[in-house]
């Protein structure tokens, strides 16, 4: 008979009765029951294909028992299975010898020596002598199917992880099976390289060496690394990561399976980058991104020149303390790569010290601070989970390239539905359900037209049909609509955006959002208060006013305010008004704190060094709200400090103790006063951490499999070095989170003020690239071949009415001056507008587009004109 | 002597040269049986095929009537036809494609009529280039002849017939990869569960896959009446069947013959049929059913042509592909050259079959080349049993389809049944037959 009440199936492994889920795949049963089936082909996080016919276990049937693969059958009840019977060893070891006819014996110059499942595998069951006499299977080796990543035809033994990882999961299908039989190999098509940005996935999950990382190659072996588990901050999704290292040089970074976040997978851009950390030694260009700034440093006649600590501490606090005497006549900019503690290290310095509220983590190309904090919150998982998802951002496979793919996945796999606004170009636009085109200066009119039943505004164009599918989709979703939003174009003011957003908020009360901003630890930084009317665990104080970077920015070249505290060095690569924001610093007395050099060091008069991601501990978090702890893998070079010692010395030249001794006792501190986790956090460090204002909600870790993740041993766990004395955390959880900000209402944006369409111009979109001419990316070698280069893509129509094709350069004409450009195909492009990379340099490697963007009105026109 | 009373069914054609034109197909009875079954409740077609007790012609020998009657129900389903006929000495449906494109057509049309559905695929192999020409020809006079199209015959029934050849792939008669090839993807054949495409098949809708011989059928089954078609044969095996006879015979070609009634020794002997063996040498072993069969010696000569009698001798009647070898055979080379095919022909998905057809094939090369080592022959077994479990028929399978145990049939057929052979080649240090 049938319980009814039953939610779990009893299958029979090997004579003993296990509980399993039902739908649940035999091998994953197997393995909790501690059965662990051998296996090449599976991963956990791809659909199962059964092909390497490794996990053959027998399975009672109609026919009896027959050898099935576990990997590919789903657990039902009564299922009786043996994994240990002498016909499924012999099986299994037929399937391992057969791999291992055609392998090469290369395993001492192999990378993958030492962490290879096959060899694993070899060592514990396979035969000690071959039979093989023959010759074995030949190819040149190793081929480049990228940039990045080199392929060995020799060791490859045909699993289609990597096929299956980039058709499937990435919907890259560059790479693809090619020939049959044993001739069968891995190839791209001819003049397409493998250039997903996710290429370097394929590589951590090859069970053998036939995937290796150029970067990695022949750099260490396995045995000598050493690992830490921590989160990747080279975006705001924060992937957990095992980062490794030979000695004090950094060597890998591993994507870690966090269920909540990243499912082990990580994009190119952060796991190739730390070669931009310590990969650089011999440049000395304070200017340049691949500098580490390794000394405290004063301007003295006109050169940057190393000083003592003291003597750059004392400098700074003059500089700072004489501009603070005047009213508003300081602020900070930046802060946004911080750890939480850095974050409220200084947050604690600007309010409490300099008694300032000019402080904003966002250099004006981000939203309103206090309107996203009043948003209700979706995490990852929810967005990924949700019916219906609404998207207001840019390409997310160029901004948040991992959020990408779980949405990917969530309307891949689980056949849920995005509703796009597509302000440009966008990777995720062939599997939304709909994708409803936004000019610049006009997002607000959509999201109305999206939320209300009657007609829409005049002057914008949406497809009827496609309208009201999105109207339906978000109608039955009704509480399970999540609402992702970013900051699509960078020039295009906020306000259409964050309009926007006041009309979902309004209009779909059950929503919830995910904000999409990109950089780092800008989440952390906001929560710390590291923006004007916020406060330290997501306070707010509406009656204090400060200046944002746009305003402080502007009150520096009036003079109104005489000196900035730069929090990061990357001010003017980031800003949309980079000539503006240079004649600002020219007039400021400027502190930078930084660990990388930068084209903002030209106008620093104090410069203090500070470590960077991979050597500080400390709590970050991420976009939605999730606390995560990092680790120190590497010591930081020379005298850099981490940031909180820098502030707390910097409130000592003040004659001020901010009272913050460690990392660990400030993040007691924040969760103390705030109930903000980041003590949990950080006590916590193989975790996948909590997201604030969620209480104790945990997932659960899955155990970490070799075959799965090969390269990550086991996460060791780091010691903080010396703590401010024994930390009890049973003295936070009561701490009440403080008052939080009110959702402002849509009114106060109404008036968002856009231009009437000139026919004759285009309306630019400046968007984002995953390789663009940050920080990460200007210091990587790595990513070196890899950088944006500027050009102007436009929709057919426009293309067409211009007369000129793909590859045509063209004047293109704006208010604020001209340059030439190439044009590109794209159709992606709303029509009447054209998109062009943020930070892209042109052929010359110049950066052409800032200069010429109308940072003051709501959208930039341009025209373009062909010679 | 073989029986020669049973009618022929599928090669009836076989005397007029001009037996693949719509005229020779009109003046010969053709489209009569479509213009009967449109009279017919679709489920009454679909019930004398199903009398008929029609097995499979394609290999594996399911009853079609079974198979139709697992469609699942659906809005939109598809009828797939497999001409990929790509294995040695298997030609039979290569005669029907080239001889009798009407035929095949007509019964294509009749057989979505009683699964009532629209769209048909037929997929040839691409090698096919006559046969292709034909088919594609007869289809475009099919749907001038109103038989093919909107309202066929002025009907409510509507039908589209595409024909899609296949670009040279062996797998690709696997009904699964076949699909996936259809489907514009690389000939993979896929991983059961799902096990029949009747549920899951062409982009996920249910599908029938059917042979090109049985759907060839399907006009003289409606002609006649499934009950007169079950009348031929004997047992589960009814009516007729073509065979390819190849090898070692003076008359090699492809043969009607009712089922059961005859024997392998009526078909290899007949003056009708293969006319004995060249030179009148002795049998050495036959091919009962395509080179995936395991072999049979002379003392199964007497067996009947009939699916369950050969399967009881574990092999089996398979593609109707039967091939003769005497004396003058050299087993080890014939065995070689079949595992050379399988080696190149594996998709190379599983890894038993990927590698393993790839070393079973050079270690016969060079046991034919003389090159060989006694524990070459016991190797070869085991390696045959990890991709065969057990080595019997039918096989137990470490694949996911069954290219991989079709692999050791013959290596296992020739090292066990002619052992000796094996060690004159060690010995020799070459072929004896070179």
Redesign the interface.
């Known amino acids: 008979m049938t319980d009814l009440t039953r939610t779990t199936v009893s299958i029979t492994v090997n004579g003993r009765t296990v509980e399993a889920n039902p739908g649940e795949l035999l091998i994953e049963a197997a393995e909790r029951s501690g059965n662990y089936i051998p296996r090449f082909c599976y991963h956990p996080r791809m659909d199962p ?6 996990c ?1 276990v027998e399975v009672e049937g109609p026919r009896g028992a ?2 099935q ?1 576990a990997c ?1 059958l789903k657990v039902n009840d009564g299922m009786n299975v043996t994994t240990d019977s002498e ?1 499924v060893k ?2 299994q ?3 391992l ?3 291992l ?2 392998h090469p014996l290369d395993c001492p110059v192999c990378d993958k020596g030492g962490e290879c499942p096959l060899q694993d595998q070899s060592l514990a069951h396979g035969s000690g002598e071959t ?2 006499v ?1 010759e074995k ?1 030949h190819w040149v080796k190793p081929v480049e199917i990228g940039e990045l990543i080199l392929l060995d035809r020799e060791r490859c ?2 699993c ?1 992880r990597c096929t299956r990882f980039a058709a499937d999961v990435a919907g890259d299908a560059q790479i ?2 090619a ?6 190999e891995v190839a791209t098509s001819p003049n397409q390289p493998f250039d997903s940005v996710f290429s370097g996935n394929t590589v951590q999950i090859c069970p053998v060496g036939a995937l290796t990382a150029k970067p990695y190659r022949f750099s260490a072996r396995p045995w000598d690394l050493d690992q830490v588990e921590s989160t990747c901050t080279t975006c705001a999704v924060q992937c957990r990561v095992a980062v490794q290292s030979s000695g004090n040089h950094l060597t890998r970074v591993l994507g870690i399976d966090s269920e909540p976040v990243n499912h082990g997978w990580l994009c190119d851009k952060g796991r190739f980058t730390i070669d931009s950390i310590d990969g650089n030694e011999a440049s000395t260009d304070l200017l340049h991104a691949s500098t580490r700034i390794t000394e405290p440093m004063i301007r003295r006649n006109g050169v940057l020149t190393s000083v003592s600590w003291g003597e750059a501490l004392a400098e700074a606090a003059r500089l700072l303390r004489d501009a603070s005497n005047t009213p508003q006549g300081v602020g900070a900019i930046g802060g946004a790569a911080l750890t939480n503690e850095g974050a409220f290290a200084w947050e604690r310095f600007l309010r409490g010290v300099l008694g300032t509220e000019n402080i904003d983590a966002q250099y004006g190309d981000g939203l309103d601070a206090a309107l996203l904090q009043s948003l209700p919150k979706a995490t990852i998982n929810e967005a990924a989970n949700a019916p219906t998802v609404i998207t207001l951002t840019g390409d997310l496979r160029e901004e948040l390239p991992i959020l990408f793919l779980r949405l990917r996945e969530s309307a891949v796999r689980y056949h849920r539905s995005i509703v796009e606004l597509a302000f440009g170009p966008s990777a995720l636009r062939s599997v939304t359900r709909v994708s409803l085109p936004v000019r610049p200066g006009e997002a607000h009119l959509v999201a109305r037209a999206l939320t209300s039943t009657g007609a829409v505004d005049k002057g914008v164009e949406i497809n009827e049909v496609d309208l009201a599918e999105a109207r339906r989709l978000i109608g039955e979703s009704g509480e399970g609509v999540v609402v992702v939003v970013g900051r699509p174009n960078v020039a295009e003011s906020a306000q259409v955006v964050e309009t926007a957003l006041r009309y979902l908020a309004e209009q779909l009360p059950q929503a919830k959002f995910l904000p999409a901003l990109r950089r780092s630890n800008v989440m952390g930084a906001l929560d710390m208060g590291l923006s004007p009317q916020l406060r330290p665990g997501r306070g707010f104080d509406e009656l204090a006013e400060g200046r944002d970077a746009q305003a402080q920015l502007a009150a520096l070249r009036t003079g109104e305010q005489k000196a900035v505290l730069l929090l990061g060095g990357c001010l003017l690569g980031n800003v949309i008004d980079v000539t503006g924001a240079c004649e600002s610093l020219e007039n400021a007395d400027v502190v930078v704190v930084t660990g990388h050099g930068g084209a903002t060091l030209a106008y620093a008069n104090v410069v203090l060094p500070a470590v960077v991601q991979h050597e500080r501990v400390g709590t970050v978090t991420n976009i939605e709200g999730r606390v995560t702890s990092v680790a120190p893998k590497i010591v930081a070079p020379g005298s850099a400090w981490p940031d909180l010692a820098i502030a707390a010395e910097l409130a000592e030249q003040f004659g001020q103790n901010l009272g913050l001794h460690s990392v660990e006792q400030t993040a007691k501190t924040i969760e103390a006063t705030t109930g903000y986790p980041t003590l949990s956090a950080l006590n916590d460090e193989t975790s996948d951490g909590y997201v604030a204002g969620r209480g104790d909600e945990r997932s659960p870790r899955r155990p970490l499999d070799p075959m799965a993740f090969p390269g990550i041993r086991s996460i060791e766990i780091v010691g903080l070095g010396a703590t401010a004395g024994a930390v009890d955390v049973s003295d936070v959880v009561t701490a009440k989170a403080p008052r939080s900000a009110p959702l402002g209402s849509v009114k106060a944006g109404r008036g968002v003020d856009v231009p009437l369409a000139d026919a004759y111009s285009l309306r630019v979109v400046l968007s984002r690239r995953l390789y663009d001419n940050g920080i990460a990316v200007q210091g990587s070698p790595a990513l070196h071949n890899l950088k944006a280069v500027t050009t102007l893509r436009l929709n057919h129509f426009d293309l067409d009415r211009l007369g000129v094709s793909t590859g045509d350069v063209v004047n293109v004409i704006g208010e604020r001056g001209s340059t030439r450009l190439p044009v590109a195909l794209d159709d992606g492009v709303p029509r009447g507008a054209l998109d062009v990379a943020f930070g892209s340099l042109n052929e010359d490697g110049e950066d052409v587009i800032r200069p010429i963007i109308d940072h003051d009105r709501v959208i930039t026109q341009l025209r373009l004109e062909t010679t | 002597m073989a029986t020669l009373t049973a009618p022929l069914i599928v090669s009836s054609r076989a005397e007029f040269a001009d037996s693949y034109t719509l005229s020779r197909y009109l003046a010969t009875g053709g489209y009569v049986a479509l213009r009967t079954a449109l009279t017919m409740f679709p489920e009454d077609v679909a019930s004398e095929v199903d009398q008929a007790s029609l097995l499979g012609r394609g290999g594996a020998g399911f009853p079609a009537g079974r198979k139709w009657s697992m469609l699942r129900k659906a809005p939109l389903s598809y009828l797939v036809v497999n001409g990929d006929e790509s294995e040695p000495a298997t030609f039979k449906d290569h005669y029907l494609v080239e001889r009798d494109p009407h035929q095949l057509i007509e019964g294509v049309i009749i057989a979505a009529y009683a699964l009532q559905v629209t769209q048909v695929f037929v997929f040839l192999r691409g090698e096919f280039a006559l046969g292709l020409e034909r088919v594609q020809q007869a289809v475009n006079d099919a749907y001038e002849h109103g038989a093919l199209g909107s309202k066929i015959f002025g009907s409510n029934f509507s039908i589209d017939v595409v024909v899609h050849p296949g670009a040279g792939a062996y797998i690709c008669g696997e009904e699964t990869a076949l699909i996936e090839a259809l489907e514009g993807k690389r000939g993979f054949p896929r991983i059961k569960p799902p096990f029949f495409p009747a549920v899951t098949g062409l982009y996920g809708e249910p599908t029938v896959v059917n042979n090109v011989e049985t759907m060839s059928n399907l006009p003289w089954i409606i002609n006649n009446g499934g009950a007169a078609f079950a009348a031929l044969g004997g047992g589960r095996s009814t009516g007729t069947r073509l065979f390819a006879l190849a090898g070692r015979v003076k008359n090699p070609g492809v043969y009607e013959v009712e089922m059961v009634k005859n024997t392998f020794r009526d078909l290899i002997y007949d003056p009708q049929f293969g006319g004995g063996v060249i030179d009148d040498g002795a049998i050495k072993a036959i091919i009962p059913g395509g080179v995936s069969a395991p072999w049979f010696g002379p003392e199964l000569l007497d067996l009947p042509l009939g699916q369950d009698e050969v399967a009881e001798k574990g092999s089996m009647l398979g593609s109707g592909s039967i091939v003769v070898m005497d004396e003058t055979t050299c087993v080890v080379r014939a065995a070689w050259r079949i595992t050379k095919f399988f080696s190149r022909e594996s998709c190379g998905q599983c890894t038993p079959c990927r590698e393993g057809s790839g070393w079973i094939e050079r270690a016969m090369y060079r046991l034919e080349h003389g090159e060989g080592r006694m524990e070459d022959l016991d190797l070869l077994l085991d390696l045959c049993d990890n991709i065969a479990p057990g080595l019997t028929w039918p096989p137990q399978m470490t694949t996911i389809c069954v290219l991989g145990p079709s692999i050791p049939s013959s290596v296992h057929s020739a090292i066990s049944m002619f052992r000796d052979d094996f060690i004159a080649h060690i010995k020799l240090g070459r072929c004896p037959h070179d």
Do not use: H, Y
């Not at chain 1, 294909?49 to 490794?54: A, Q």
């Not at chain 1, 020939?179 to 069968?184: L, M, N």
């Open positions: 294909v059964g092909n390497c016919r490794m053959l027959t050898l693969p590919f016909k012999k099986a070891d037929g399937v010898e057969f791999l006819a055609n039979r093989f023959e299977r033994i045909q289609s693809a099976f020939s049959r039989g044993d001739r069968i």
